[in-house]
């Protein structure tokens, strides 16, 4: 006798997710996502106060950004498999120790205990518990959600908790000034952060229930939070009805995607192309501000200053993702092509500011085309495969976002050390190119349903 074939996802006796349960969800991403922008804000400043060169306080976040690049993938092939409550709390863990033991190892050194190199040797050390375990929470979060959610409801809901990786982006930066302690000094932000973590762990034992992982994820898998995460609001439903996990392989994970799937492999090389014009700024544009706006020995005022730039910045890219990608009903193409002849003139603004509107304007600019550009890249690679594969295919994602991180920012603050103007020049070229690129390779946008 036939097996009787399994029933649909909205079948399976899931408990729906309240309120509570959501924002549980919700801070989770927010908290770790606002703590690493707090901390990009504060790090040019520490470093200019331990006389650390501009290239090495970017390096200290290349091993993070490696880790997270490799482990990424991995935490979201495993979220079926070992269940997604289980990795959110992995997650912040990694974010929480990180914060507490980065945080300490900047206030000993800022105090003198030992050397600047050795500072900025254990931050890098003790940030890559971020790389390693905090790139477990993302994919966790979005699956839990997509696996209890129906799916007339998933976009939206999908939409809230991927806003909620970007809004942290902007909470970051505009808190950090206000957690600074007479005691606790340049590192305070980390430690409160370090708290915070803590109680959301502990709402994530009280308030969520252990999960049966028995469906894929439907989510985005974000890449380490530089900037506003991709948008799930961008993601269109393929049309095909939620199947259970299918037959697994050996060991009970999901056949894996691989990166040279020509279906997804124009969409990489964009991701990639973009990814690293994005990333060469984001890691300038601190040292930018400290320094046309002559701020090296003011570092109240440079943290301020540095703040309002990337929230700036934050807010033009929810902006893009929240507003301009669902009113104007663009797809991945369209938001690819637009984003990058966005981020090329905002570049190319920056690069000729001398104050703090003009640098402003030109980082709320390129950041409103990069905005565009992440979700348009990510949601043309979901799109492109089949929903079974989706888990696969985020986890490719998110390490494309991650990979630009690497050396990127190092790269661009090694070249801005010789030519300031050199990076912006650099992005503006890799947009144009892009755009051109893309204009010839990626496939045409599909007509819009009328709702």
């Not at 790090?43 to 290239?55: A, S």
């Not at 095909?240 to 056949?255: A, L, N, T, Y």
């Not at 991701?271 to 890691?283: D, E, Q, R, S, T």
């Not at 637009?338 to 003139?345: N, P, S, V």
Request: glycine share 12%; charged share 15%.
């Amino acid at each position: 006798m036939a097996d009787s074939p399994a029933p649909p996802l909205e079948a399976k006796k899931h408990k729906p997710i309240d309120s509570t349960r959501m924002t549980v969800l919700f801070a989770v991403m927010l908290v770790t996502a606002s703590g690493n922008t707090a901390m990009q804000s504060i790090l040019p400043t520490i470093g200019t106060q331990l006389k650390i060169p501009d290239f090495w306080v970017s390096a200290a976040f290349s091993w993070s950004a490696l880790l997270w690049v490799y482990t990424a993938p991995k935490w979201a092939r495993l979220s079926d498999h070992r269940g997604r409550k289980a990795l959110m709390r992995l997650g912040m863990i990694g974010f929480t120790a990180s914060m507490a033991l980065a945080g300490l190892a900047l206030f000993l050194g800022l105090l003198g205990w030992y050397g600047a190199i050795w500072t900025f040797v254990l931050f890098a050390i003790f940030r890559s518990l971020y790389g390693g375990l905090g790139s477990a929470a993302p994919p966790a979060v979005q699956a839990y959600v997509a696996a209890r959610t129906p799916r007339a409801d998933r976009t939206k809901a999908l939409s809230l908790i991927a806003s909620s990786f970007g809004l942290g982006t902007i909470v970051g930066p505009a808190i950090a000034p206000l957690l600074i302690l007479p005691v606790l000094g340049l590192s305070s932000p980390m430690f409160a952060f370090a708290l915070i973590g803590i109680i959301v762990m502990i709402a994530l034992a009280l308030k969520l229930p252990n999960d049966d992982p028995g469906f894929e994820a439907r989510g985005v898998v974000t890449s380490e939070p530089y900037s506003a995460a991709p948008s799930a609001g961008s993601l269109k439903d393929d049309g095909h009805e939620d199947q259970p996990v299918g037959k697994p392989s050996p060991d009970g994970i999901p056949p894996r995607l691989r990166w040279g799937d020509k279906r997804i492999k124009p969409w990489l090389i964009t991701g990639i192309m973009g990814g690293n014009a994005h990333a060469v700024i984001l890691g300038v544009i601190g040292f930018l501000v400290l320094d046309r706006l002559g701020l090296r020995d003011d570092p109240k005022t440079a943290i301020e200053m540095t703040g309002i730039v990337l929230m700036s910045g934050a807010a033009a890219t929810l902006l893009a993702q929240w507003g301009l990608i669902p009113l104007l009903q663009m797809g991945p193409r369209s938001s690819v092509l637009w984003g990058m002849l966005l981020a090329g003139i905002g570049c190319f603004i920056i690069g000729l500011s001398s104050d703090l509107y003009g640098i402003i304007i030109g980082f709320a600019v390129s950041s409103l085309g990069f905005g565009l550009f992440r979700p348009g890249f990510t949601a043309g690679a979901s799109l492109a495969v089949e929903r079974s594969e989706q888990n696969g295919v985020a986890g490719i994602v998110a390490s494309v976002n991650g990979m630009a991180f690497i050396a990127s920012p190092a790269i661009g603050v090694l070249l801005y050390t010789y030519i300031s103007a050199l990076p912006f020049w650099i992005a503006v070229t890799m947009c144009l190119f892009i755009f051109g690129w893309g204009f010839k390779t990626l496939k045409l946008d599909e007509a819009p349903n009328p709702q």
